[in-house]
């Protein structure tokens, strides 16, 4: 059974760094596009960043941009948010997604198959 298991969150202060990272199993992810997306309390899930399956391109919402990085490792079924220059309004549960097969430009929940349980990210001010 496809699994998607978050690790990597946890309680910071503002301008510190973390790094998730989103170990897959149960198949191959290679032709996968992944991404995160993360959900704050009382508000609705949304998109953070994402990778295309071939690893051409990147996308990341605007308020991430500059500070955020995805990255993947295909040989480990694992993908990577590194986040650096943390704000409070970062605080949120992040989670790992997965998209349909060879599908590119994941920025949608609706485009999402899999997911994981999320890991809690607080930023303090």
């Known amino acids: 059974q496809a699994q998607l298991v978050e690790s990597g969150g946890g309680l910071v202060q503002a301008g510190d760094s973390l790094r998730l990272s989103c170990a897959a199993s149960?198949?191959?992810?290679?032709?996968?596009?992944m991404g995160w997306f993360r959900q704050a309390p009382g508000k609705e899930r949304e998109f953070v960043a994402s990778?295309?399956?071939?690893?051409?391109?990147?996308y990341y919402t605007d308020s991430v941009k500059g500070r955020f990085t995805i990255s993947r490792d295909n040989a480990k079924n694992t993908v990577y948010l590194q986040m650096n220059s943390l704000k409070p309004e970062d605080t949120a549960v992040y989670l790992c997604?997965?998209?349909?097969?060879?599908?590119?430009?994941?920025?949608?929940?609706?485009?999402?198959?899999?997911w994981g349980q999320g890991t809690q990210v607080t930023v303090s001010s």
């Open positions: 997604a997965v998209g349909r097969p060879f599908r590119s430009s994941l920025t949608s929940v609706h485009d999402c198959d899999l």
């Open positions: 149960g198949r191959t992810f290679s032709y996968y596009s």
């Open positions: 990778i295309d399956w071939n690893n051409d391109n990147a």
